[in-house]
């Protein structure tokens, strides 16, 4: 059974930093495009950052950029979202994603919901001051 399991949010003033784990169960993350998205208070979810399969190629959202970065651990089967600099609009649930890509594939990864078929249930960020 594939499963993600997100960890790492919390409180955070603006201009502090968190880090987002992303574990994986049930696949090896060298098989699978990740993706990590968040949903706002109110709003639809949206995506921040994914890597392909090989780790290779990786995309963002222009809100993020400079900011956040992503990377992964093979040995622990974890994708990490790393935010700095954050901001109150950085505030709501964060959720990461995979879908089947191959392995070790370059192929470009995006950042749509429906282009990821397996979820994990989210991690609440709130950035307040």
């Known amino acids: 059974q594939l499963q993600l399991v997100e960890s790492g949010g919390g409180s955070v003033q603006p201009g502090g930093s968190l880090r987002l784990s992303c574990a994986a169960f049930g696949f090896t993350l060298e098989y699978y495009t990740i993706g990590w998205f968040r949903q706002p208070p109110g709003k639809e979810r949206e995506g921040v950052f994914c890597?392909?399969?090989?780790?290779?190629?990786?995309d963002s959202a222009d809100s993020v950029k400079g900011r956040f970065t992503i990377s992964r651990d093979n040995a622990k089967n974890t994708v990490y979202l790393h935010m700095n600099s954050l901001k109150l609009e950085d505030t709501g649930v964060y959720f990461c994603?995979?879908?089947?890509?191959?392995?070790?594939?370059?192929?470009?990864?995006?950042?749509?919901?429906?282009?990821?078929?397996?979820w994990g249930r989210g991690t609440r960020v709130t950035v307040s001051s």
């Open positions: 890597m392909s399969s090989s780790g290779g190629y990786i």
């Open positions: 994603a995979a879908h089947p890509a191959g392995y070790y594939s370059d192929s470009p990864c995006r950042l749509g919901v429906a282009d990821y078929s397996t």
